[in-house]
């Protein structure tokens, strides 16, 4: 039997990691920090009470020696909290403790959840002028974080892969974040306001994220990186246009009512064929179940 330790794992990206993993017979150790309610309608993990500061803790913990290691755990990963400068630092300084703790404990590899922003923040601090948000703090966040674990993980012989998430949602995400809010707002009959929504993004389903996850630790290619996403990016508004369509409620969006302060990346940056050749991944949920099943489940929250 194939075990694996899942940090964060009571969150929305984690808990559906945890549920892919024991799905497919694996032994889970699954961390959470404060409340472990998602976990419990989960048979069959072993939930372990850790916060992420307590992290270098986990060979005291754990007597055992897992095949894989997901990171999964950030906090302040939505809302206020991504300009934390304090709390951000926090997150880069234990997920190195975890790299270290990987080495100690014997795992075959450590599987860490990125972020598209990471391309964001490079794009924006290059280039000359730009005017950044705030929220960048978070995506600078991590992508110190992976300047800084790889060469740590590499020192020690900890095979490390990183998994950049383009935008997860689904059924299940509580946060305020952009495409949870709008549909929220869609159930409520408000219309929601953007920026031009010309910039190119992606969008993958919580269920196939967990399920690339667990391709990439079992196929993946070592200290390698792959953008985990639908495959299908294209400029905001489309994805928006298509949720319009499917859920709006015939509301009408309100686009350019909100300054862009970020950049545009190429479309090339948000390919899924490096993952696909090594692992042959192929999301499952269109955009439009997708959104129709994250609907259903919120207003079933709402009631």
């Known amino acids: ?43 069959g993990c072993q939930a372990v009470h850790c916060p992420m500061d307590q992290l270098s803790k986990i060979p005291g913990m754990i007597q055992d020696s897992p095949d894989f290691i997901f990171h ?67 995506g600078a966040a991590k992508y110190s974080t992976h300047m800084m674990a790889k060469p740590l993980a590499v020192s020690l012989g900890v ?69 985990v996403g639908s495959g299908q990016a294209k400029p905001l508004r489309n994805f928006l246009e298509d949720l319009r369509l499917s859920i709006g409620n015939g509301l009408s969006f309100l686009y350019g009512n909100i300054p862009y302060t970020g950049v545009n990346l190429p479309i090339i940056q948000f390919s899924t064929e490096t993952l696909y050749r090594d692992t042959g991944f192929k999301p499952q949920i269109a955009f439009s179940e997708g959104v129709t099943l994250t609907r259903d489940w919120l207003k079933e929250q709402e009631n």
């Open 1 to 43: 039997m194939r075990s694996a330790i899942v940090t964060g794992a009571n969150g929305f990206v984690g808990s559906e990691i945890v549920r892919n993993l024991v799905s497919h017979g694996y032994k889970v150790y699954a961390l959470y920090n404060r409340s472990k309610n998602r976990l419990q309608a989960i048979e």
């Open 72 to 138: 999964c755990a950030w906090s302040g990963s939505s809302g206020g909290d991504r300009t934390n400068i304090e709390l951000q630092l926090s997150n880069v300084t234990s997920s190195c403790a975890l790299i270290e703790v990987a080495k100690i404990v014997g795992a075959k590899r450590v599987i860490v959840a990125g972020s598209i922003m990471e391309d964001e923040v490079k794009a924006v601090t290059d280039s000359n002028g730009s005017h950044p948000s705030k929220s960048y703090i978070y």
């Open 159 to 227: 095979d490390l892969v990183w998994a950049k998430i383009t935008n997860a949602y689904g059924v299940g995400e509580l946060s305020p974040r952009m495409l949870n809010s709008t549909i929220r707002k869609c159930i409520n009959m408000e219309p929601p306001s953007f920026t031009a929504a010309t910039q190119n993004y992606d969008f993958i389903y919580v269920t196939d994220v967990a399920e690339a996850f667990r391709l990439i630790a079992e196929k993946g290619s070592s200290y390698s990186e792959y953008v």
